[in-house]
């Protein structure tokens, strides 16, 4: 897992880097790949700051995340950066649907973190497995609805249009209004219930497998 992890952020480093060189070189030229070619590429630049953020964090605080979260966390800026803003990956149909479940995982990933950091470890063989995958689940889901707030305030104060209830410059009236937000409402709550069944099983046959989402302090 932790091989999986360093292709995945190399992946990240390599794209986003060849992806910078090769627009700017086309945009030095007169010409440019994508509409909005500058702003698209100052996304991706900022995304070779996100995808590292895992690695400040373990190298400043001293600590190593776990292996599954910095996965869902890699394979979503990947989704989100590199492939839905620099190469307007966006315009397919439900692309941001699919980065919701990986977000969504990496949330109720972030709630058994919490969780396993909270309970003592001589407490946690006698907590139901069944009421730690809910808690995980429920606290993902939480955290999509809260991004769902995000959105709707940024759409109220800045005229955006992230819950995507204007087409064509147009609002858009009645039950369409709804499709995105409850779509990735539905994603969120697929990610984190996929990830909380699995560790549902997972704890069932043995407790300390929780241990996976444990931060470990790097001496």
Known sequence: MRLFRKIL??????????????????LMTGKSLYHGQVGLMAQVASGLLL????????????????????ILYEIFIL???????????????????????????MLAGIGFMIYAARTPADKQNQIDPLLIALFGAAFG??????WEFYEFTGDSLFGMNMQRYMAAGKPLIGHPVLFDTMGDLLSDFVGSVGLSIYAFFKIRQNHQW???FKLRRIK
Not at 56 to 67: G, N, T, Y
Not at 141 to 146: H, K
């Open 9 to 26: 952020y190399w992946i990240n480093i390599i794209g986003m880097v060849a992806y910078l060189i090769v627009c700017g070189f086309y």
């Open 51 to 70: 995808v590292s953020i895992p690695l400040i964090v373990e190298k400043m605080a001293h600590i190593a995340l776990p292996d599954i979260l910095v």
């Open 79 to 105: 989704m989100a950066i590199l492939l839905g803003t620099g190469m307007q990956a966006y315009s397919i149909p439900n692309w941001d649907k699919f980065e919701h479940l990986f977000s969504a995982g």
């Open 141 to 146: 889901v939480m955290l999509g609805v809260c």
């Open 210 to 212: 929780l241990d996976t």
